[in-house]
Structure formats: C-alpha cells, structure tokens
C-alpha cells in the first residue's frame, strides 16, 4: 500500500508529461487527488496493508501527515485544476507534471522509515516545487525561486550533515551506522550522547529551514507570495508538516534515548521565536499573501513549541497539523481568487472583496478567525489543547507568552483582513473579467467544512490515530 500511496501520484505525473493536450492535462490533478485520498483512507483504514517493505512504513505518525497531504491536496487539485483552466493560454505540461511529483515525494516522506531516505524526499520535493513557484513567470516570481532553491538548499545540506552525525553516534559506540528508524529506536540508550546531541541540532536547523522556523523561514513569504494558490496552500498545509515529521523522527530517538530534557528547550525556545517574529512582520503587512506566510511561519513555531512541552501538549500537537493544514487551504485558495480578481495582492488595491467576490471574500475573512484560533473552528481545540499541555506540565511563562503572541498576531492579522474585505471595489476591479466558478468556490467550502467539524467534534476515527501517535512517540505501545 505504501508503494501505491507513493508511485500512483508518480505515474500519472509522466502520463501528464507524456499527455499532448494543454486542455485535458489539468484533469488528471483531480483524478490523481481522488485515487490519492482512496488510497490513504483504505490504508488508514486496513493497518495490515500499510506497509510491506523494510524502509517504508506508515507508522502513527506518518498517517496524520500522509492524512494532511492527502485531504488538502484532494481539495486543491480541483481548485488547480480550474486555476489553469482560466490560464489556458500558458503551458501547463511542466505544473502538471511537477504538482503530482510533488505529491508523490511527500508520500515517500509520510512513509519512510530510513533517515538517508527521508533526506532524498525532502531534497525532491525542493526541486519539483521550483517550477510551480516560477509558473506566473514575473521578476517576483524567479526571485522567490532562487531564494527558495539556495536557503532550502543549505538547510537541507545541513541536515544531510546531522543524518551523517547520527549514523556516528551508532559507530562512536560500538554498533553499525544502519539509519532505519526501528534499528536506531531500539539502541538509542547506546548511541554517543554528543554526537546525538549534535546530530538534533543540525537536524533542527535543516529540517527546521524546510519546515520555515525562524530565523531560517526567509525563503517562506517569498515563495508563499508568488505561487500560484493551490502550490501556495500545498506548501503551506502539507509540504511544512512533512519537514515537522522529520524533526518529529530525531526527537523520537532522543525520548527513546532519555534525552527529552535536552530537546525540548530548544524546541521551545525556536518555537517562541518563531511566533515573536512573524508577529513583527505581521504588523502593517500590506501583501495579504505574505501575511498568510508569515501566519505559516507562526503556526509552524507553535508545532514546535507543542513538540518541546512533551506529553502533555503531544495530542493537541498533532492535531494541529491537521487542522492548520485544513485552514491555510481555505486561506490561501480564496486568496488565489481575490488575487485573480483584481490582479494585486496589496492592500491599497485590494478592498472590497466581500462586495466583489461574495464567497471567496467571506471565506477570507472567516479563515482569518479560524486560523487565528477562534471558536468554533479546528485551531480552536488544537491550540487550546497545547496551552493546556503547557500549563500541566508547570510551564507558567511558555503558556503566558504563546497567550500574547497569539493575541498580537491576531491583531496583526486583522488589521490586513479587515482591509482586504470591507469597503468597496475599484473601479478597474469590478471590471475585470474574472467570476468565481465552481472549481474555484466548491474546494473552499469543503475545507471549511471540515475545519468547522474538528472545531465542534473531532471524528472518533481522528482522535484515535493521534492517540496512537502519541503512544508510538512516547515509546508505549
């Protein structure tokens, strides 16, 4: 089943290579969406079937990262599919075939159970999402490619180093330097505590350079801004969670070795930062995409912060992965439209959009207070879930200034928000040819759907594979 998840998405992308037509290619997004998401829930379903091979594994935790990326992208490739329908005039062979790649290396990741591996899966999907990020081909756009391929690029260099350093600390202590995760979970208590020491670190600093951690987050709002909206909400919603599962397999060998105390301050710490410094930035933005960036890069700290708390915060962890991922697609895809309807991502064009694009508009706006975690919506519970773990586990100050980071970056949030919907549409704006079809509402709505439902009630089915998760990332069975 792991190799499906993996080689379905792959498949179809040289069908779509190989596919002549500009006009029908597009529709093997969806298709491959729909059998992606078959697949994921037969395998979520039937854990018999998850895994038959040694280096692939659909473990607990890989199952609520390959259920993130499997629900958004399922919701985006109908969206992408109607974005390019509406760009019929640019070629679409290179975004077709590199969207699905791209699902299909985030697979590999969910499922890989040897460290060298994950390494080439993250570093694949830095190259198959360049394209995608360059597609609107303006100055802004290749800008941000660069800056994507050589900061992520020397991120994942370091983290190639702190994989090396982990395969050491084995041999510095007598054993072989296999990279399997089961074979290092079960010598962890034997491994060299420097080098593993040393080996976290490097892995937080890559990973955490993929993942979008300040201060490594500076290709994020670049890339973030210039994507095309369904690139942008898989970035976003599915792409960072899968950096989050790598940082989530080396903080598992040190619990196993006894080393939680050691990880969890600088988990912490680099998750507080993280929030300080998108709240700054967050202040006065005007580009309502980069805002949404920048709310990447909070949400990504509070994954590490929840990480750092431990026990206590672990359920509320994960399920944030799922209920930010859902969110950001609402976001980012009504921002695709607002974007295409006025043909400007800054607020002093943009205003007016409940007026102009009644349902993106009002999608904007009610994603704004769903990821800001207001009640009903899914960040709600995960949120409230990881300032609860902070207080059980006696961290008073973290709890109190995760409470006044979120409260800045709603403020800062809302100011743009309220910018880009109130008031009234240019001229030039109303104008413009573009109208909200289908393709490009229906996605949205199921997003929201879904995030309103982990906000009311979380599916038992949910919570029992975040549960299991937990166990399996505190070593119980």
Known sequence: MALALIFVPILLAVLAAAMPSNRLRPWLIPVTGTAHLALTVFALTRPGLAARAAWLVLDPLGKIILLTVSALFFFCSFHAAGYLRHRAETPNRVFCFCFLA?????????????????????????????PLIYFERTPRSIEATWKYMMVCSVGIALGLLGTFFLAYSSLHAGLDSALTLEGLLERAPQLSKPWLHASFLLLLVGYGTKMGLAPMHTWLPEAHSEAPAPVSAMLSGALLPCAFLSI????????????????????????????????????????????????????????????????????????HVLSHGLTKGVLFLSAGNIYQAYGSKSTEQVSGAMRRLPLSGTFFLVGFF???????????????????????????????????????????????????????????ARNRPYRETFLSGAPIIGLLLLVSLLGLYVPEAVAALIRDAVLFLEGRP
């Open 370 to 428: 769903a990821i800001t975690g207001s009640p009903p919506f899914g960040p709600f519970i995960s949120e409230f879930s990881i300032l609860n773990g902070a207080f059980d586990a006696g961290r008073y100050v973290t709890g109190g200034l995760f409470l006044f980071l979120l409260l800045a970056v709603f403020i800062g949030m809302g100011a743009t928000v309220l910018k880009v919907v109130q008031g009234r549409a240019s001229f030039s």
């Open 248 to 319: 989530l397999r080396i903080y598992h060998i040190c619990a196993a070795a006894g080393d939680v105390a050691f990880v969890s301050r600088p988990l912490i710490w680099i998750g507080l930062f993280s929030m300080a410094v998108a709240c700054v930035f967050l202040v006065g933005q005007r580009d309502f995409k980069r805002m949404l960036a920048y709310s990447s890069v909070e949400h990504m700290g509070i994954l590490a912060m929840g990480l750092g708390i431990g026990a206590p915060a672990l359920f509320g962890t994960l399920l």
């Open 102 to 130: 791209f699902l299909g290396l985030m697979s590999l990741v969910t499922c890989s159970h040897h460290l060298g591996l994950t390494w080439v899966a993250i570093e694949g999907t830095t190259l198959v999402t360049a």
